[in-house]
């Protein structure tokens, strides 16, 4: 299981601080084997590596440039992230897609830099309220994995195999984005098995078995996530809200150490 907390633009430097602090005192189940990732703005990536250091618990960012460096003032490259001492990135999630206008092609760039750089990338795909209405959502999602994956599909089978090992999918229909709606057991169950199958027909390989974990975000809470996390194709969640509040977000890595 992985339980990853997007905490997005929100936390002030004190929150952030009891944020961490929370997250240092994290005492997994002596059997788990889940793994906890924050995800903080970049203002607090030395106070997370610091605080965290010590801990199980790892972080990442949010976003990532796809060049390794060079002129593009306000931007972060992949290495700097590494150098901070992250292990992971967000790419393509639905508020980048939307309000930064990033494309399949970009994201796919982006991952192939984050795993050059051997940072863990967290693939987001998910389909509007519209697209939904519309019921082409399973069509829609896999074409968004396919094209976000055209570079992964093209690289030699050595270094495929290698990027699948780091690779993370998370769905997130962006109609259940912070607005508590959260999709319904079923049509997270049938979406994650969809995707499955799309990684089986792009990339030939068994999965979650070859190890690409598929989670689930959108309106994940201390409430629902022992449900949702119960699902077979599904290996975590990315949390938004609940994983600015320290109990909930503690009770939902506790949820996923049991399972
Ligand atoms: P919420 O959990 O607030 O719905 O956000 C989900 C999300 O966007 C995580 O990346």
Redesign the pocket.
């Known amino acids: 299981m992985i339980i990853?907390g997007?905490w997005?633009m929100n936390p002030d430097h004190q929150a952030a601080e009891a944020l961490l602090e929370a997250l240092s005192d994290y005492t997994p189940a002596s059997d788990s084997n889940c793994e906890i990732v924050c995800f903080p703005p970049a203002c607090y990536f030395s106070m997370a590596n610091q605080a965290l250091a010590k801990t199980g618990v790892r972080w990442g960012a949010q976003n990532c440039h796809q060049e390794s460096g060079g002129a593009y003032t306000g931007e972060i490259s992949a290495q700097m992230i590494k150098e901070q001492g992250g292990a992971w990135v967000?790419l393509g999630?639905?508020?980048r897609r939307q309000y930064f206008a990033e494309t399949d092609a970009l994201v796919g760039q982006k991952i192939v830099t984050a795993l050059q750089t051997g940072l863990r990338p967290i693939l987001?795909v998910g389909e509007s309220e519209e697209v939904r209405n519309k019921h082409s959502h399973d069509n829609f999602v896999q074409s968004q994995l396919e094209a976000s994956l055209e570079l992964v599909a093209q690289m030699s089978p050595d270094a495929q195999k290698k990027a699948l090992a780091q690779l993370v999918i998370?769905y997130?229909p962006v109609w259940?984005?912070?607005?508590g709606k959260v999709a319904s057991l079923l049509d997270i169950e049938a979406m994650h098995q969809g995707l499955l199958q799309k990684m089986e027909a792009l990339f030939g390989v068994q999965l979650p078995e070859a190890g690409v974990p598929i989670l689930y975000?959108?309106?994940?809470?201390d409430a629902n996530a022992a449900d949702i996390l119960g699902l077979k194709p599904v290996s975590g969640a990315?949390?938004?809200?609940?994983?600015l509040k320290p109990d909930a977000f503690l009770s939902i890595c506790h949820i996923a150490d049991k399972k």
């Open positions: 990853a997007n997005k967000i999630h639905s508020e987001c998370a997130e259940a984005i912070g607005t975000g959108g309106s994940v809470n990315l949390v938004g809200g609940a994983s």
